[in-house]
């Protein structure tokens, strides 16, 4: 027979190891967790990783790391914050989404917190909107259910068509819940090429007349996005409910990159591949992208989109 004390010390042992194991700490330390309610970004480690890794764009930075902290420093934010990144392809539109999407969870697109829509992939035939937005309401409210600071990324804003992502104006809103589902620690995120052109000519604009890029502000160009935005017909945001109810925080514009930007792109791709960086192919890849305006060549069309492609014809160095 067992003895009392004996099994008293093995119900004690058995308890305590049961309720470590069921700690949130270890169960989150082997299986990914959503962040527990007033957990905050890292300013510091976003803001590195926004100096080191994104290039030439001193307005996303600055917008994108004010508005991000700012929502998760907020205890009660009234609405989920909603982001619109605009510019040509190749100007980081995609790394600062990612960027972002790993501060809020660590596996980044990996993550089951983090969703990832392309238009022509998710959304690709135009007789059937009714049906994408229907599908696409329950996959947001049955993720957001399950993790209230869930990141949802649309790529390809400019290829959807008109009226789908009208489907999530609900969860935009200034709602306290939807049908009994907070969204209000959501983050929504577009990434379009709309706009581009209006960008970029005010960056040339502002190159004519003998002004530094870094001049640039955001009142000189997100006005222009919202209105250019909502009447393109090339654009998954023509017309938009989400845009005329203003619940879209910030227009983001991604200026065209230098040739000096492109070198930015050059090196930290080498180091990323652990080579040494070698000056004379830095500048080589860079003198074969094509630059615009074709007299001037002060800013690369496809901004720093070709630099992996380009480089691995120097892979013998």
Not at 186 to 202: H, Q, R, T, V
Not at 207 to 233: C, M
Not at 290 to 301: A, C, G, L, N, V
């Amino acid at each position: 027979a067992l003895e009392p004390l004996s099994v008293g010390l093995a119900i004690g042992v058995a308890s305590a190891l049961t309720g470590y194991l069921s700690h949130p700490r270890f169960y989150c330390s082997y299986v990914e967790c959503c962040p527990r309610a007033g957990q905050r970004l890292n300013a510091t480690a976003l803001k590195a990783q926004l100096d080191n890794r994104l290039f030439g764009q001193h307005l996303a930075k600055d917008v994108v790391l004010k508005a991000v902290l700012g929502f998760s420093n907020n205890p009660s934010p009234k609405k989920p914050l909603m982001l619109s990144l605009h510019g040509w392809a190749g100007t980081g539109k995609n790394f600062l989404s990612q960027i972002l999407a790993e501060q809020v969870h660590p596996a980044g697109l990996r993550s089951k917190f983090v969703h990832l829509f392309l238009a022509t992939l998710h959304f690709p035939h135009h007789d059937q909107v009714k049906l994408y937005k229907e599908q696409l309401q329950n996959w947001i409210r049955g993720n957001v259910s399950a993790c209230p600071s869930s990141v949802f990324i649309f790529d390809e804003m400019d290829k959807m068509h008109p009226g789908v992502i009208d489907a999530i104006k609900p969860f935009l809103d200034y709602y306290e819940e939807v049908d009994g589902v907070s969204y209000r620690k959501a983050i929504f995120i577009f990434l379009s090429n709309a706009g581009g052109d209006l960008i970029n000519k005010a960056a040339l604009d502002f190159w004519a007349s003998g002004k530094r890029r870094e001049d640039i502000q955001l009142k000189d160009l997100e006005p222009l996005l919202s209105v250019g935005v909502f009447n393109n017909k090339n654009s998954g945001l023509w017309h938009s409910s989400i845009i005329d109810r203003n619940l879209i925080d910030y227009f983001v514009p991604f200026l065209p990159l230098e040739q000096r930007h492109v070198k930015m792109c050059v090196r930290a791709e080498m180091a990323a591949r652990g080579y040494a960086v070698d000056e004379k192919i830095v500048q080589e890849v860079a003198d074969e992208m094509t630059y615009f305006p074709k007299e001037q060549r002060i800013y690369s069309d496809k901004g720093c989109k070709t630099v992996q492609a380009k480089l691995d014809i120097h892979e013998d160095f």
